[in-house]
């Protein structure tokens, strides 16, 4: 799979540059985590609504097939970086998502850094509308904005969206300089044909306090949150997840069968309800239904086994 690496210095960034790849590890599989005691429903509704971190009055969004996606890589050797890249669009492939071709412009910007905050907070200075452009429904709040600057996480993330219409492509808000949002023919006191597509993602990888997990674990991490809006923040301790590897390093080698299924909900559910709580809501019923089928099957293959 070929996948452009984007050509960005460090020199043009103005910080001191690192590069340290490690070795991509077996396939491994760990068994997942059961939340003892709490049905598989109360579980999918739970973790939905707690990992989801949408802007403000916005249901959540996600990666459009009109757009594509477009990996790019900084500041890792170029063979770790092309491991990163391609393990990044080898995801969004089994999300239905098409790859941009070689030369394309990045939308999911990957940087590895040893200096994490300033190297955000530079970024940030410089292209303060890259981060939160001038629209509604672009981004999270300038609080959130200010904490992504100075987390002091392994991996940060930010999200940039775009509601537009799901009939056209349109865009559906007010944007300086542009034509009056388009309208749709679709849309009811419950539902609507506006939707908010995912536009940019930046994920900025601590190098130092990333050691500890694989390079393996550290790729589907950034795939994770580089397609959906996970809440930096949210508390997903006893939950099956790739989003836990930092504090537990043994919970999952990388995706794990609870993190595919919620990533397949978001991109499989239909989003028109007017309610962006209703909109969360038709994720964790997809990935009940989808979670559910897959125990029926997983229990119905093993009465099925003969006994030892």
């Known amino acids: 799979m070929r996948t452009r690496l984007l050509a960005i210095s460090l020199l043009a960034l103005g910080l001191p540059g690192i590069a340290a790849a490690q070795d991509r590890p077996d396939e491994t599989t760990v068994e997942d985590i059961v939340v003892l005691g709490t049905p598989l429903r109360e579980q999918v509704e739970t973790f939905a609504d707690t990992v989801v971190a949408p802007p403000h009055g916005r249901g959540p969004a996600r990666w459009s097939a009109r757009s594509g996606i477009c990996v790019g890589v900084v500041n890792l ?3 770790a970086a092309q491991a990163m890249a391609d393990r990044v669009s080898e995801v969004a492939l089994e999300l239905g998502l098409p790859i941009g071709e070689p030369g394309c412009s990045p939308n999911v910007l990957i940087i590895a850094t040893d ?8 970024l940030v200075e410089r292209s303060p509308n890259a981060f939160k452009p001038p629209y509604s429904g672009s981004s999270r709040s300038r609080l959130q904005l200010r904490r992504f600057i100075e987390s002091d996480a392994p991996v940060r993330w930010w999200h940039v969206s775009l509601p537009v219409n799901s009939e056209t492509g349109g865009i559906a808000v007010r944007i300086p300089g542009y034509p009056p949002p388009t309208t749709g023919t679709m849309a ?9 597509d995912l536009r940019r993602a930046y994920v900025i990888i601590d190098i130092d306090q990333a050691e500890g997990i694989t390079f393996q674990q550290l790729a589907d991490y950034v795939a994770m949150v580089a397609f959906a809006q996970i809440d930096p923040d949210a508390d997903l301790s006893g939950f099956p997840t790739i989003l836990n590897v930092f504090d537990n390093p043994t919970i999952a080698f990388g995706l794990t069968d609870w993190d595919q299924a919620y990533l397949g909900s978001l991109y499989g559910a239909e989003l028109n309800q007017r309610n962006p709580n209703a909109q969360s809501g038709a994720v964790a019923a997809l990935m009940f239904r989808e979670r559910n089928r897959d125990a029926a099957e997983a229990a119905a293959e093993e009465d099925a086994d003969p006994p030892e």
Request: hydrophobic residues 35%; aromatic residues 0%.
């Open 77 to 79: 050797q170029r063979e």
């Open 115 to 122: 200096d994490a905050p300033t190297l955000t907070a530079a």
């Open 188 to 196: 009811s006191r419950l539902t609507t044909v506006i939707e908010n």
